[in-house]
């Protein structure tokens, strides 16, 4: 049910001309390191799980 709520999302803001996807916004696999640096740079981020620069940049990736 997660994954079809993801997709119905995706659809609608390709519908509206909105980026859906980093590549969408021409981010690309070597901007990805430095952005998940930053997203931990004061400390592992989240609230159930805490998340670092690997989990992170393993989240952009699936961004793409």
């Known amino acids: 049910i997660a994954?079809?709520?993801i997709q119905a999302t995706r659809e609608y803001f390709t519908r509206i001309g909105a980026p859906s996807r980093l590549s969408d916004l021409n981010i690309g696999?070597?901007?990805l390191?430095?952005?998940a640096e930053e997203a931990v740079r004061f400390g592992p981020i989240g609230y159930f799980r805490k998340l670092d620069a690997d989990d992170?940049?393993?989240i952009l990736r699936m961004s793409l």
């Open 56 to 58: 992170v940049l393993a």
């Open 33 to 35: 390191p430095r952005m």
């Open 3 to 5: 994954l079809a709520g």
């Open 29 to 31: 696999e070597e901007s």
